[in-house]
């Protein structure tokens, strides 16, 4: 399709079990961006590619966490030994634009909702 | 620390009234201004949206005000229609960032 893809769409993960989120871009766009979504809450920015380059990883909540885009296309959120509090939707957005962002909006996948028992 | 801000968790109007939605932040660097609109199961989709050298931008029912010295900003949705229910999230983001920086949502209902 031409949006973004994500998948699974829905993962239920044993505590302490290591999980792969993957994300599909829409071709050709340079931003990638993952967003972690909690119940009630906004989208909150986990890691940042410009291409293949991770230029922003401030919003990883640990160590646990971690994010690839190694051709500079598909990209996969890694997240070892989760917790209960890793429940939640992580959302994938493209972007065609470069680094700066007031020139263009974000293009979201439809998420892929994690839960941890 | 929230840095947008949406006071208000739903909102209910009746079909063909005027919606209005608030957003606030605290941010003065923050120069660029989207509404996203989402339904149940779907991943965000993008509305509207306003570079601070702007005041107001219009498209078609959707209009959004930016009143930078109150750092507020309001979509206006004329009229409302049942198929604009749906979370919005008003996001902002700086020139010098990396990152858009979401509200909470607010939920409307627009009653047929």
């Known amino acids: 399709g031409a949006g973004v893809s994500q998948s699974p769409r829905y993962k239920v993960a044993k505590r302490g079990q290591d999980v792969a989120l993957r994300c599909d871009p829409i071709?050709?766009?340079?931003?990638l961006f993952w967003y972690q979504q909690a119940l009630g809450q906004g989208p909150e920015f986990l890691t940042y590619?410009?291409?293949?380059?991770?230029?922003?990883k401030s919003g990883l909540p640990s160590d646990r966490f971690f994010a690839e885009r190694p051709e500079g296309s598909v990209s996969t959120l890694k997240i070892q030994r989760t917790q209960q509090e890793d429940s939640a939707v992580y959302l994938c957005?493209?972007?065609?634009?470069?680094?700066?962002?007031?020139?263009?909006?974000?293009?979201f996948g439809e998420g892929s909702r994690l839960t941890v028992l | 620390d929230q840095q947008v801000k949406q006071n208000s968790p739903s909102l209910s109007v009746q079909e063909g009234r005027i919606s209005i939605l608030n957003c606030d932040y605290t941010?003065?660097?923050?120069?660029?201004f989207l509404w996203y609109k989402k339904y149940p199961a779907e991943g965000p989709t993008f509305l509207i949206s306003?570079?601070?050298?702007?005041d107001k931008n219009e498209d078609g029912r959707f209009t959004v005000f930016l009143n930078k010295s109150a750092k507020h900003l309001s979509l206006h949705i004329v009229p409302s229609q049942p198929g604009d229910s749906a979370v919005y999230f008003c996001?902002?983001?700086?020139?010098?960032?990396?990152?858009?920086?979401f509200g909470t949502g607010t939920s409307l209902t627009v009653i047929p």
């Open positions: 957005a493209s972007s065609l634009v470069g680094r700066t962002l007031n020139t263009g909006e974000l293009f």
């Open positions: 071709s050709g766009h340079v931003s």
């Open positions: 590619f410009q291409n293949e380059a991770q230029l922003d």
């Open positions: 996001a902002a983001s700086a020139n010098t960032g990396n990152q858009f920086y």
């Open positions: 941010n003065s660097m923050f120069d660029y």
């Open positions: 306003i570079s601070s050298i702007k």
